[in-house]
């Protein structure tokens, strides 16, 4: 069982920070594409933030200038640095690792909650 280990999830005002972590298998992480993902209640799971192994990296235009995804290969660990958050950054955030179009590999989520 591949296990992705999140963390950094938490209470925050708007206008504050979080960074969330997730350390992957090095032989996972290595070759995999990286990326967030954040859920709401009663809402599907969207794209936050992608980060390829060369360091290119998409954003969600939601969150294009306050999110900042980025991977240490040395810690085979990806971050997600969120900046002027919002209540509607309110969600489960997920960590992804996809290797191909058929496997890929999630996080057991993390909260971020976002009061106003």
């Known amino acids: 069982q591949v296990q992705l280990v999140e963390s950094g999830g938490g209470l925050v005002q708007a206008g504050g920070s979080l960074r969330l972590s997730c350390a992957a298998p090095?032989?996972?992480?290595?070759?995999?594409?990286m990326g967030w993902f954040r859920q709401a209640p009663g809402k599907q799971r969207d794209l936050v933030a992608i980060?390829?192994?060369?360091?290119?990296?998409n954003y969600a235009d939601s969150v294009k200038g306050r999110f900042t995804i980025s991977r240490d290969n040395a810690k085979n660990t990806v971050y997600l640095q969120m900046n002027s958050l919002k209540p509607e950054d309110t969600a489960v955030y997920y960590c992804?690792?996809?290797?191909?179009?058929?496997?890929?590999?999630w996080g057991q989520g993390t909260q971020v909650t976002v009061s106003s």
């Open positions: 992804n690792a996809r290797m191909n179009l058929l496997t890929v590999y």
């Open positions: 090095e032989s996972i992480f290595s070759i995999s594409v």
């Open positions: 980060i390829t192994t060369g360091g290119s990296t």
